[in-house]
């Protein structure tokens, strides 16, 4: 019944690993995203994701990528993990890109 | 760019009482939308009401109500009858409307943590 699921809840891995975080919504949306909220609670925008078109945030390393292999689902790929990449990410999703997005239970990544 | 800021970092209220956040916004475009998030400590983040900019009726879910004063640029939450499953953070986001290509996404407030005293 989950509208916005992510795997894992709980992710710690060493610097220079490459991991993936999942996201699937059973909402029918349009539009998927990725927010990463750091040590301080502050949540940012990453991506957004809306019929193929991805809209990448300047700030965000290339060392993230996200890939949707369909509507449903935006995983998202960290290579070469670093101590400061450790933060709470949130995958969500809205109907298009003017209303309300739901947020999955996001993912706590911890980079020793 | 749009700014959104929360000048209040911790607020805290007696059960049943009633508390507002505040919340104003910087922002060039005359169509967007405000809202208000919840996280608890659960992490999950919960929408509490959405405003559009161009109704000037404010928002109002059950115990929650906005003031949106347009020209001021202010966006403020009241909650009445304050219960301690309120306790949380609260973000304030921005979103101007989407008219194809460039920046998207929820810009959020740096949030304002409610305690409910007992």
């Known amino acids: 019944d989950t509208a916005v699921s992510q795997t894992p809840k709980y992710l710690v891995t060493q610097m220079g690993n490459d991991k993936s975080i999942k996201c699937e919504q059973n909402?029918?949306?349009?539009?998927m995203y990725w927010y990463k909220q750091d040590s301080k609670k502050f949540l940012k925008i990453m991506f957004s994701?809306?019929?193929?078109?991805?809209?990448i945030n300047e700030t965000v390393p290339n060392r993230f990528s996200p890939k949707s292999p369909d509507k449903a689902h935006l995983n998202l790929h960290i290579n070469s993990l670093e101590l400061g990449d450790s933060a709470v990410y949130f995958c969500?999703?809205?109907?298009?890109?003017?209303?309300?997005?739901?947020f999955g239970q996001g993912t706590r990544l911890t980079v020793v | 760019a749009q700014t959104v800021t929360q000048s209040q970092p911790e607020m805290s209220v007696q059960e049943a009482e009633t508390v507002t956040l505040s919340c104003t916004y910087d922002t060039s475009e005359s169509d967007y939308y405000l809202f208000w998030y919840k996280q608890p400590p659960s992490r999950q983040m919960i929408l509490v009401i959405r405003?559009?900019?161009?109704?000037?009726q404010n928002a109002t879910e059950n115990r929650f109500s906005v003031n949106f004063q347009k020209a001021a640029k202010s966006f403020s939450l009241k909650i009445s009858d304050s219960q301690l499953g309120d306790a949380a953070m609260y973000f304030c986001a921005y979103r101007i409307k989407y008219s194809g290509g460039g920046a998207d996404g929820l810009t959020f407030g740096k949030g304002t943590h409610l305690i409910i005293q007992p």
């Open positions: 405003q559009e900019a161009y109704k000037q």
């Open positions: 994701y809306n019929n193929k078109e991805l809209i």
């Open positions: 909402l029918g949306h349009d539009t």
């Open positions: 969500a999703s809205s109907q298009d890109r003017e209303t309300e997005a739901f």
